[in-house]
């Protein structure tokens, strides 16, 4: 099954700030669904790449649990706006079936040391690769 695109290619490139390829949880909360986990696959300060189980429109808003700052207890709770999503090929679709991309509210200025160092680790562990910044 080739993936279903209703955006953009959601490898390409479009934040102004650093990607911080780093996998860690998220909450989303749609205005008219109920709350689903999804997977952070990487981050910036104006907005991210999740895998979510299910389908979201380009411009439905969501409110966001991200847990960068290493307390369950305490995630960061932030407004986005869905720019696009696609659907994943066959061979990645098991758990997570959906990329979506998602731009902030608000710039998220004050987590990028949490992301920073998050993301580190990961990579000292194997993890993930390197950050990419935009052309």
Request: net charge neutral; with cysteine; charged share 30%.
């Amino acid at each position: 099954m080739a993936d279903d695109n209703r955006g953009s290619d959601p490898n390409s490139e479009r934040r102004a700030g650093e990607r911080h390829l780093a996998c860690f949880p998220a909450y989303l909360e749609p205005e008219s669904r109920e709350p689903r986990l999804a997977l952070i696959r990487d981050i910036s300060t104006t907005g991210a790449l999740l895998l979510t189980q299910t389908a979201h429109q380009p411009d439905e808003k969501l409110a966001l649990k991200l847990y960068v700052d290493g307390d369950p207890n305490k995630p960061r709770v932030v407004r986005a706006k869905v720019i696009r999503f696609s659907r994943c090929s066959f061979d990645r679709a098991d758990v997570w079936p959906y990329n979506i991309a998602v731009q902030f509210e608000e710039s998220l200025g004050d987590l990028q040391q949490q992301v920073e160092a998050l993301a580190a680790k990961q990579r000292e562990l194997g993890l993930s690769g390197a950050p990419r910044s935009r052309p």
